[in-house]
């Protein structure tokens, strides 16, 4: 039964406003102390109710702890839309004492202020405010001096229950939709003349399948001159009865962000020319206005799947005619038709839209993990339903609707519906003077009009106009000069045309856009929790194991411990008496008695005895608990002496044991050090490699494990040789030893992933990919590869993050490496400066001529004259003008500072930077060099048409370029994956790299794709890819190198002789040599060329020595007949490697000719003990043997 209930409707949550109190209120006489005051509560169109009036003077504050409340309904999806995006507006009313005969009590309204119910929206259920009251024009308070303390309201609102639910909060989001600027309008609007309202429109999604145009009406058209504040405060999307200054969002300001941290358009280095003009000079469409718009859950799965399936989403923009002022007339309703009169436009053309653009809005940012904000110049195209369609794959715009709906909030803002005032002729004359001293207040105040989407009482008006949008004609709702097409039409073929909006294409107009998320749809894994996730796969191992504790191990530990103390004790004697025991040969008892007493004496007095026996202490305390299991108190005194007696025997006992085995007669001889360390054994490995023998390889791979298992890179570096050779499971085993030994090992992260691709396990791949990000953040190569994973597993919204994060590092890369070559041509030239100064002053006797000119010229700073220049450009001349031109005093002590460089910079009129050469040691002498003008009216001229200065453009020196990359994201990945053999991955970036605008068919192209031909033993192709770089740079000495290596391994020796000559040759060497000089050598040999072979080893052995190369060299002197060189070489080759026997062969020959028969004999055993498979060497062996008569110990 309880199946069949239907669900509870959770009834209507009341929301009460309360405003506790108001401080440093000013009245309309100066002479009162006190001001009667009242507050009127308002939301949206509705009056929530006045408070009553309470007298507030400068010492007491206004008490007025009045509530007033709103119902929220859950029924209506709207409802937490509406209270997100509308304030409550509060308004201070001055009440007036009553004169005789007076009916009704005058009003004087004070201020206004604006209460933001987001933080009920946010679940928070009580919210305290202390807001400003900002004056209204013609207010008393508008008279207030700035030190004066300003008047506030503290405002406290709260709710029983939470508005939002957790699993509303969970499933649900806020979006915040910021619409700032226009910026390069088309040149025909015009600050002058007709003037007309301008809109911008988008779609927003209600629930899963109904969508809602949210309209910003009221952009205002500005001149260039009138420049913007730096910090600009956000406008209410609808502030209802809210005027002046209250119109603003408490603490809500407009972010700047670098234009390289944008998501839109025009972020390029040509396109930042191009946006400093028009947004320092030209006129703009100004709103600076925020929206917020609640989103259920269904809501934010259909946002999430239309970003998905086409990330653009379309921002439109249009013109529209001003309504009628209604002056004259009484307050109408909002759709009735206007009367003909004074300022009223015609019904038909109030909702006429012209200049009809849009902007797609790459969206797509916002289904990247943990992205909540997307924020840029998106660029303005022209609209047509055929390019809306394309881009966005809808069918119609919203043009024709959000005309109407501009129209009804441009007319309800005209009507300025406000607090009702007393009656009284006085105050309508005022409030008329008021209107006519402040005509410029009102049109700021028209032009902070509010921008908003149709509100709860204007739906079923939509639903009418939607519903006669469908039956009207079109064609009276656009211009003559827009014509548009629609999809399904027969004309389809026909390319529709938009005369107007092409004019933003013109003008290269764009909109500064920004949708800002309460959460981000795609959460991102913190790094704390990939660090748990990496760990569950692969357990951190500990650096040492685990010690077991036992009987024996505490017997062991307490040897340990003698050995130790009696090596100290042996230390401190031969310290003492060292230099008796060299010279003494016989000693007496009693000598031998007093060396005794005096180091005992010496370990007592200098504490060392107290520290030995602390030393010992604690393997004594693990004997008595682990042996004698001996762990509470003795209670028997008898007892305890037993104890300690048994005890005192048995490890005196031990300790002459550990002593026997400690102690000889003759010290013992250190064990030798290693001749090899592990860098060398990774040489000898690599050389293994390259050769064809994984064995042998495998031998140094394993060797340098076993020397010390805890380091990383020996795991790693093993576990890239089993990638090459194709054991994917080995290569599994060692990457995951190298994250278990350090969690943070990015390499060991990252081809962990690769693996984890490789064997289809994609969750752990992209786990570990992750895991390298947040190690390094500003690792390159981490964020590359992440872009590779996202790719291979079809993820484009996710490699196109990768890639845009990677190519930001790159970009920032060069910028430091330049900033960092910079400073130090600087510290150099400073040092040369500085050297040269003190020369000349030892020349000059001690006293030296000012330099002052010859070190910072003269800065000419030519204006054009005033009658040449635009007035939009004025100020900003003079102020440019004034902010470059140095003044004497500041020039002559930027003398010391700078010396030869003078940097002027300027972030929003440019850059320029001017390097002065060597001037002449006497004379003032101005640089022809000298430091251009940013402001862009110098190159080419005002927005107004000044025509360009020839002197000015004469002295302009080139701008400064900004730093490429020396390489693309992609071949840095590249150069790194062909090190550790991972081929899938790397011919995926070479395939980037081939369609990046950095890369294409260029010599590091070709050469990274024939090494991968050559790792996968595809050498046709790897040849066919040589050739091609050859054609890009013939010089290129790894081009050579490879080749060489190509002809090596199908056996064209005579190609690969001369291939490897050459690359000998050059005076840059290639970026692998060691394997050029070994098998050019063995060419040389096998073409019996011995002198040159054994110079190609020598040059091998200086570089790198081995086993292999000395054993080259060998060779060599051996059949030159150079048998005490050879033996020397041989022996080398011998302590690094005394387990070759071609080694072992050579030296057996080399012993025969020189008639050592033992030795000969020892190493022919050695040759075949370790199966010398040279039948060529072996043959010769036995003939040398038959010829000398020995050398055999078989006969």
Request: proline content about 6%; overall charge negative.
């Amino acid at each position: 039964m309880g199946d069949s209930e239907p669900p509870s409707i959770r009834p209507p949550e009341t929301i009460t406003i309360t405003v506790l109190r108001a401080r440093n209120l000013k009245g309309s006489s100066a002479k009162a102390d006190a001001v009667n005051a009242m507050v009127k509560v308002e939301f949206g169109e509705r009056s929530l109710g006045e408070s009553p009036k309470v007298d507030c003077t400068a010492e007491t504050p206004a008490e007025f702890n009045y509530n007033a409340t709103m119902s929220c309904t859950y029924d209506d999806p709207t409802a937490l839309d509406e209270i997100a995006h509308k304030p409550v507006v509060l308004t201070v009313i001055e009440v007036l004492p009553k004169e005789k005969k007076q009916k009704e009590e005058k009003t004087v309204l004070l201020g206004q202020c604006t209460v933001d119910m987001l933080p009920l929206v946010k679940g928070e259920t009580k919210h305290r405010h202390t807001l400003i009251v900002n004056p209204l024009p013609g207010s008393p308070m508008e008279t207030l001096p700035p030190d004066a303390p300003r008047p506030e309201v503290d405002v406290l609102l709260s709710v029983n229950e939470p508005l939002v639910d957790n699993s509303q909060m969970n499933a649900g989001n806020l979006m915040t939709i910021t619409v700032e600027s226009l910026f390069s309008p088309p040149e025909s609007w015009s600050v002058t003349g007709t003037q007309y309202a301008y809109a911008a429109a988008l779609p927003v999604p209600v629930n899963a399948e109904k969508e809602t145009p949210i309209v910003f009406a009221n952009g205002m058209l500005k001149p260039g001159i009138d420049k913007e504040v730096p910090n600009k405060q956000k406008k209410w999307a609808v502030p209802a009865t809210a005027q002046g200054n209250a119109i603003y969002i408490p603490d809500q300001f407009i972010a700047q962000d670098a234009i390289e941290d944008e998501d839109g358009d025009f972020r390029g280095k040509d396109d930042r020319e191009h946006r400093t003009i028009a947004e320092q000079e030209k006129n703009r469409c100004t709103w600076n206005t925020e929206r917020r718009s609640y989103l259920e859950g269904s809501a934010v799965k259909s946002f999430q799947d239309k970003i998905a399936k086409c990330r653009y989403w379309p921002l439109e923009v249009m013109r529209l005619p001003q309504p009628a002022s209604g002056k004259g007339k009484k307050k109408q309703d909002d759709h009735a038709d206007t009367k003909k009169g004074s300022g009223a436009v015609n019904k038909d053309d109030e909702g006429a839209v012209s200049f009809h653009g849009v902007a797609f809005v790459n969206l797509a940012p916002l289904l990247y993990p943990g992205v909540k904000r997307i924020r840029g110049a998106y660029k303005i195209h022209s609209y047509t339903d055929q390019a809306l369609a394309e881009k966005t794959k809808r069918k119609m715009g919203l043009g024709e609707e959000a005309a109407r709906i501009a129209n009804n909030i441009l007319n309800r803002s005209s009507a300025s519906p406000g607090p009702k005032k007393g009656a009284g002729g006085k105050d309508d004359k005022k409030e008329k003077d008021v209107k006519k001293g402040h005509s410029r207040q009102d049109d700021s105040r028209r032009s902070n009009s509010i921008a908003q989407t149709h509100d709860t009482e204007d739906h079923d008006t939509h639903a009418k106009d939607h519903h006669d949008h469908k039956k009207g004609d079109k064609s009276s709702m656009i211009t003559s000069q827009t014509i548009k097409s629609d999809a399904g039409s027969e004309h389809e073929a026909q390319a529709p045309v938009n005369l107007e909006g092409q004019q933003y294409v013109d003008s290269k107009s764009y909109i500064m856009f920004e949708i800002r998320l309460e959460k981000p749809l795609i959460p991102k894994r913190p790094p704390e929790e990939l660090a748990r996730r990496v760990a569950e796969y692969i357990p951190p191992r500990p650096l040492f194991p685990k010690r077991t504790d036992g009987a024996q191990r505490a017997v062991e530990d307490f040897h340990t411990q003698v050995s130790s103390v009696a090596g100290l004790v042996l230390d401190e004697f031969r310290d003492m008496f060292g230099d008796e025991l060299r010279t003494d040969e016989n000693i007496t008892q009693e000598a031998m008695e007093s060396r005794r007493q005096k180091l005992i004496y010496e370990l007592n007095a200098s504490g060392k005895y107290f520290a030995f026996k602390e030393q010992l202490k604690h393997s004594v305390v693990k004997i008595v608990r682990e042996k004698y299991l001996k762990t509470t108190n003795f209670e028997d005194r008898q007892e305890l002496q037993t104890f300690l007696s048994e005890l005192y025997v048995y490890l005196i006992d031990q300790m002459h044991e550990s002593l026997t085995k400690t102690l000889a007669l003759e010290d013992q001889a250190p064990v030798p050090a290693p001749l090899t360390d592990s860098a060398q054994l990774k040489h000898f490995a690599r050389e293994a490699e390259v050769n064809g023998n994984f064995e042998l390889a495998t031998k140094y791979y394993q060797e340098r494990i076993a020397r010390d298992r805890n380091d990383p890179s020996h795991w790693f570096d093993y576990g890239t040789f089993c990638l090459y050779i194709n054991d994917i499971t080995k290569a599994e085993e060692c990457f995951k030893e190298t994250v278990a030994i350090d969690q943070k090992h990015l390499h060991g992260l990252l081809l962990y992933g690769v693996v984890c691709t490789l064997q289809e396990k994609h969750e752990a791949a992209e786990t570990f990919f992750e895991a390298a990000t947040c190690v390094q953040p500003k690792s390159i190569l981490a964020w590359t590869m992440l872009g590779l994973f996202y790719d291979a597993v079809q993820n484009e919204i996710g490699a196109e993050m990768a890639y845009i994060e990677a190519n930001k590092l790159n970009q920032q890369a060069a910028v430091n490496m330049a900033r960092a070559l910079r400073e130090e041509e600087l510290a150099k030239q400073r040092v040369e400066h500085s050297e040269s100064e003190a020369s000349h002053k030892d020349d000059q006797g001690g006293l030296a001529p000012p330099t002052s000119n010859t070190l910072v010229p003269d800065i000419k700073q030519p204006t054009p004259p005033s009658s040449e220049r635009g007035q939009g450009s004025a100020r900003s001349s003079e102020k440019m003008s004034s902010a470059r031109r140095p003044s004497a005093s500041k020039r002559s002590s930027a003398v010391s500072e700078r010396l030869e460089y003078q940097i002027i910079e300027g972030e929003e009129e440019g850059v320029a930077i001017s390097v002065l050469s060597e001037k002449p040691p006497s004379g003032r002498n101005k640089s022809d060099s000298n430091l251009s003008r940013p402001s862009s009216e110098y190159r080419r001229g005002s927005a107004r048409g000044t025509p360009q200065l020839e002197e000015a453009s004469e002295e302009t020196p080139p701008r400064e370029p900004t730093p490429v990359p020396t390489s693309s994201i992609y071949m840095q990945a590249i150069d790194w994956l062909l090190e550790v053999k991972a081929v899938p991955f790397t011919e995926r970036a070479l395939g980037h790299e081939l369609l990046s605008p950095m890369g294409g068919l260029t010599a590091h192209y070709h050469i990274a794709l024939a090494r991968v031909k050559l790792q996968k033993s595809e050498l046709k192709e790897a040849e066919e890819s040589l050739n091609e770089a050859l054609q890009f740079d013939y010089q290129n000495p790894d081009v050579w190198a490879l080749m060489g290596h190509v002809m090596y391994l199908i056996n064209d020796t005579t190609e690969a002789k001369g291939c490897y000559e050459r690359t000998i040759d050059f005076v840059a060497d290639a970026s692998e040599m060691h394997s050029v000089y070994l098998r050019l050598g063995s060419i040389y040999l096998r073409d019996e060329k011995f002198q040159e072979a054994k110079n190609t080893f020598l040059m091998a052995c200086k570089r790198s020595p081995s086993c292999v190369s000395w054993l080259g060299v060998g060779m060599a002197c051996y059949r030159l007949g150079e048998l005490s060189e050879a033996e020397d070489a041989l022996s080398e080759a011998n302590i690094l490697n005394n387990s070759d026997p071609e080694v072992w062969g050579y030296l057996s020959l080399v012993c025969l000719k020189t008639g050592r028969q033992l030795e000969a004999e020892q190493a022919y055993k050695y040759a075949i003990k370790v199966n010398l498979e040279d039948t060529d060497l072996l043959d010769e062996i036995i003939k040398t043997q038959k010829e000398v008569g020995f050398g055999n110990p078989q006969f």
